[in-house]
C-alpha cells in the first residue's frame, strides 16, 4: 500500500555532507513510523535514525549521533536524513523503511515497507 523510493546517494569525502531523500506514496504517511538503516557488503542491515509519525520523537545509532539528523514533511510525504561529518565506515546501502505503527523503532521487523536503497560512499 505504500512505495518508498530513496535518493540523495552519492560519493563524498570523508568530513563532507549528504542529504537522503525517502518519497513514500500514499495518503496515510502521516499515520506512518519512519526510519533509516543501512547494510554494509558482508554485514547485516542495521538501524541508523527512527521518526514518529509526528516527528515528535526521535532515535539515532550511537555512532551517528551529533552527525545525522532524521526529519520529515508530512505534507511532502517525505523522510529525509541529513548526514553530516561523513566518515569512511558510514559507506553502505541507506534503505527507507515505514511501519504502520506510528512507531520510531530500531528494529528491523517493526517496519513492513522498505525502499529499494541508495548507495553512499565516503572516501577517506
Known amino acids: 500500500q505504500v512505495q518508498l523510493v530513496e535518493s540523495g546517494g552519492g560519493l563524498v569525502q570523508a568530513g563532507g555532507s549528504l542529504r537522503l531523500s525517502c518519497a513514500a506514496s500514499?495518503?496515510?504517511?502521516?499515520?506512518?513510523?519512519m526510519g533509516w538503516f543501512r547494510q554494509a557488503p558482508g554485514k547485516e542491515r542495521n538501524f541508523v535514525a527512527a521518526?514518529?509519525?509526528?516527528?515528535?520523537?526521535?532515535y539515532y545509532v550511537d555512532s551517528v549521533k551529533g552527525r545525522f539528523t532524521i526529519s520529515r514533511d508530512n505534507a511532502k510525504n517525505t523522510v529525509s536524513l541529513q548526514m553530516n561529518s561523513l566518515k569512511p565506515e558510514d559507506t553502505a546501502v541507506y534503505y527507507c523503511?515505514?511501519?504502520?505503527?506510528?512507531?520510531?523503532?530500531?528494529?528491523?521487523?517493526?517496519?513492513?515497507?522498505w525502499g529499494q536503497g541508495t548507495q553512499v560512499t565516503v572516501s577517506s
Open positions: 521518526i514518529t509519525s509526528s516527528g515528535g520523537i526521535t
Open positions: 523503511a515505514a511501519n504502520t505503527r506510528r512507531l520510531a523503532s530500531t528494529t528491523r521487523g517493526t517496519y513492513d515497507y
Open positions: 500514499g495518503r496515510a504517511f502521516s499515520s506512518y513510523g
